[in-house]
Structure formats: structure tokens, C-alpha cells
């Protein structure tokens, strides 16, 4: 069965340190991964997108790495800020064109 | 330009009324997606448009969930008498094409509360 397992469930820090999510899917054939944003009441939106070949990626402070022979990514949040608080959600495609397999994410709050 | 829009932002309805969920894509994308986000859990794929071709509906939960997009652009997800676990936040997606690479644009989301 299709599954993406993302943990920590929830995670607090204070605001300029780092923080690591982490992903596990099982999906096959696997297409490629992203990394969406969820701010409260707000639709996801787009991190990172990677595919089979890449094993990092970065978009700012955000920087995505995928190790498709284990079938786990990470996220790692540098300097986080008060709003990068929202919850984080790993997706992966299966096949081109069809649904996204979603993660129930990892809610992150950021306190000062 | 402007993004993916739905309506209504919050709908309240009583047990076994129809409700209907509207999703403006983003002018241009040609594939459309509907997904269920129930709380604590992640988001459910429901069904996804592409051009002009029949619709994937593998991941509608019942008979009583259906949706329809007209002139490849609007759609709408209608839910025939609603029950209290129909109660999430419904999500609307476009792409540009249905590439797998092809990020998805999120709208906001219609909260639906069943009572």
C-alpha cells in the first residue's frame, strides 16, 4: 500500500534555531516528492519538488534531501522564524498525472 | 494574476442537505484537483479533471460525492445529503498540465461543517 509517514507529529522551538522533519513513503513507482507549507486556514503551498535523481534541494532557508534508495526525505528549517510556524506536509506522485499521496504533516510552532 | 479561488469559505449545513463547493482555477491550468482534508488526518485525494477528458473519480468515498467542471475551467463539488463525517475542509487544486512534475496550486480551502 501507498503510504507516507512523516514524523515528529508536532514540534515547538524557539525562534532562530534549526529544525529537521522528516519523511518515510513506501510509494512505488515513485515519481517525485514535495514539501508544502500549510499556514492555518490556508491551502498548501509549494516548497520543493524533487525527483528520483536529485538528493537535495534548497528554496531559501528551507532545504529538502531525498535518499530514494532508503525511501526517506527531510526538511531542515535554518534560522527559523515566528512565521515559519504551520504545519509541513511531504507529498509524493506515484505516476505522472495522477493524485498525490499526502502525509498528515508535522505541525511546527516557532515561539519567541 | 490571480490564484486558485473557492466559495464559499465556510458553509454550515444540517444532516442530509445537498451542499454545493465551487473552485475557480487559476485561468490556463488545465487540470483540476478536489481534495478532502478531515482534521488530524492528511489530505484525500476525491477526483481530478485533465482537459477534455472523463474525470478520475477513484477517490470519491460514496455515490453522494460528485463534481462537475464546465467549459474546462469552474467546478464544482456537489455532496448529496451531507452526513456529519462529510464535516472537513475541502480543497481545490490546479496545474498547468497533469505532469507529475507539475506543481499544484492550492486554493483555500471551504470549510464544511455537517450538523
Known amino acids: 500500500k501507498n503510504q507516507v509517514e512523516q514524523s515528529p507529529q508536532s514540534l515547538i522551538i524557539l525562534e532562530g534555531k534549526n529544525c529537521t522533519l522528516q519523511?518515510?513513503?513506501?510509494?512505488?513507482?515513485?515519481?517525485?516528492l514535495r514539501w508544502y507549507k500549510q499556514d492555518t486556514g490556508r491551502g498548501p503551498v509549494s516548497l520543493t519538488i524533487?525527483?528520483?535523481?536529485?538528493n537535495t534541494k534548497s528554496n531559501g532557508r528551507y532545504t529538502a534531501t531525498l535518499d530514494a534508495d532508503t525511501k526517506q526525505s527531510s526538511l531542515h528549517i535554518t534560522a527559523s522564524q515566528l512565521s515559519d510556524s504551520a504545519s509541513y506536509i511531504c507529498?509524493?506522485?506515484?505516476?505522472?498525472?495522477?493524485?498525490?499521496?499526502f502525509g498528515k504533516g508535522t505541525t511546527l510552532s516557532v515561539s519567541s | 494574476g490571480a490564484g486558485v479561488s473557492q466559495s464559499p469559505s465556510n458553509k454550515v449545513t444540517e444532516k442530509g442537505k445537498d451542499v454545493e463547493l465551487r473552485c475557480d482555477p487559476i485561468s490556463g491550468h488545465t487540470a483540476l484537483y478536489w481534495y478532502r482534508q478531515s482534521l488530524g488526518q492528511g489530505l484525500e485525494f476525491l477526483i481530478y479533471f485533465q482537459g477534455n477528458s472523463a474525470p478520475d473519480k477513484s477517490g470519491l468515498p460514496s455515490d453522494r460525492f460528485s463534481a462537475e467542471r464546465t467549459g474546462g475551467s469552474v467546478s464544482t463539488l456537489t455532496i448529496q445529503r451531507t452526513q456529519q463525517e462529510d464535516s472537513a475542509v475541502y480543497l481545490c487544486?490546479?496545474?498547468?498540465?497533469?505532469?507529475?512534475?507539475?506543481?499544484?496550486?492550492f486554493g483555500p480551502g471551504t470549510r464544511l461543517t455537517v450538523l
Open positions: 507529498v509524493v506522485s506515484a505516476q505522472a498525472g495522477t493524485a498525490l499521496i
Open positions: 487544486a490546479s496545474c498547468q498540465w497533469a505532469g507529475g512534475h507539475n506543481e499544484q496550486f
Open positions: 519523511c518515510n513513503y513506501t510509494v512505488s513507482p515513485f515519481s517525485n
Open positions: 524533487m525527483t528520483f535523481s536529485e
